[in-house]
């Protein structure tokens, strides 16, 4: 079969246990502002949005680093929330390999995050919730930068080969950049990725909307992949990981100007200027398809 966006295999009806979700064991509650809970297979980070933007790396740390063997689910509430997690995402890396995570980016619901809330946590109705979903640290595989991995184009009237990436503003459509995400996706040969990303500069409100443009567009992109409408067309999962840069010749400034009264989230990335999402697919070029329409299985249409 082939797809507008490259080469498609039909999947094996015994592999498309691959795209099911997992559902969360009970858990034990603690409290705190990153409470931890734990069940036999998997340690839950909750990042509420109160706090220091240092406090949920250090806890997704102590996390993963229990004995490297647990996935870590990080729980994401409200704009704020999953600012702080996609910084604690950028600055996450093994210990003693230093390679880094990926990771997959699922929006979910208050049903899933308040249990994991204070009692006296103050809701609007109006947030957000995702989920962030680590390995364990044993898998963490990923070297390289993303530029190592970007497929690389040459502007009109220029020489110079640049990495092929896609970028986040205060005013960018999600559903739209989702769909030229999973665009440049499909035709990636293996070990090459795509890259979304955001200055990190700017007033903090906007900040933190910009970065929950980034876990939208990726959440958005993984539900089409892994529940799609009509199974008989190609998916192609991926996985995520995160980054900084610094600042390079040609970048755009940012759209609104520093304010100085708001608490800077990247005290620990001084001198970085972006924040990139990058998106690594997985399987073969041009994706697979879940359910081959009857009498094309095998065919080769």
């Known amino acids: 079969s082939v797809s507008p966006l490259g080469r498609s295999r039909a999947l094996p009806s015994a592999a498309t246990s691959l795209f099911a979700s997992a559902s969360l064991k009970p858990t034990l509650r603690l409290q705190g502002l990153a409470a931890l809970s734990l069940s036999r297979s998997l340690t839950t980070v909750l990042v509420d949005g109160s706090g220091s933007f240092e406090a949920p790396l250090r806890r997704i740390q102590s996390a993963v680093a229990k004995d490297g063997t647990q996935p870590v689910d990080v729980l994401t509430v409200g704009q704020r929330g999953i600012a702080q997690a996609m910084v604690a995402a950028a600055q996450l890396e093994s210990s003693s390999t230093k390679a880094k995570p990926t990771f997959i980016i699922q929006q979910t619901n208050d049903e899933e995050a308040?249990?994991?809330?204070?009692?006296?946590?103050?809701?609007?109705?109006?947030?957000?919730?995702?989920?962030i979903s680590f390995p364990p640290a044993s898998e963490w595989k990923l070297e390289g930068t993303p530029e190592s991995r970007?497929?690389?184009?040459?502007?009109?009237?220029?020489?110079?080969?640049?990495?092929?990436?896609?970028?986040?503003?205060?005013?960018?459509?999600?559903?739209?950049l989702a769909k030229a995400v999973m665009a440049?996706?499909?035709?990636?040969?293996?070990?090459?990725?795509?890259?979304?990303?955001?200055?990190?500069?700017?007033?903090?409100?906007?900040?933190?909307?910009?970065?929950?443009?980034?876990?939208q567009t990726a959440s958005r992109a993984h539900h089409w992949q892994v529940s799609p409408v009509d199974r008989s067309r190609s998916v192609r999962t991926f996985r995520c990981a995160a980054s900084v840069r610094k600042a390079a010749e040609g970048d755009p400034e940012p759209s609104h100007p520093s304010d100085p009264s708001a608490p800077r989230p990247f005290e620990a990335l001084k001198g970085y200027s972006f924040l990139i999402l990058e998106v690594l697919p997985d399987g073969p070029v041009g994706g697979v398809i879940l359910e081959p329409k009857a009498g094309t299985e095998g065919s080769g249409k």
């Open 150 to 176: 970007a497929k690389t184009t040459t502007s009109e009237g220029s020489s110079q080969a640049k990495p092929d990436k896609l970028i986040v503003g205060n005013k960018t459509e999600v559903m739209k």
């Open 184 to 215: 440049r996706s499909f035709p990636l040969e293996p070990g090459m990725s795509i890259s979304v990303e955001t200055a990190i500069k700017g007033q903090a409100k906007m900040l933190n909307l910009r970065l929950q443009h980034l876990a």
């Open 114 to 131: 308040k249990p994991h809330l204070p009692k006296d946590f103050k809701l609007t109705g109006k947030e957000r919730y995702f989920k």
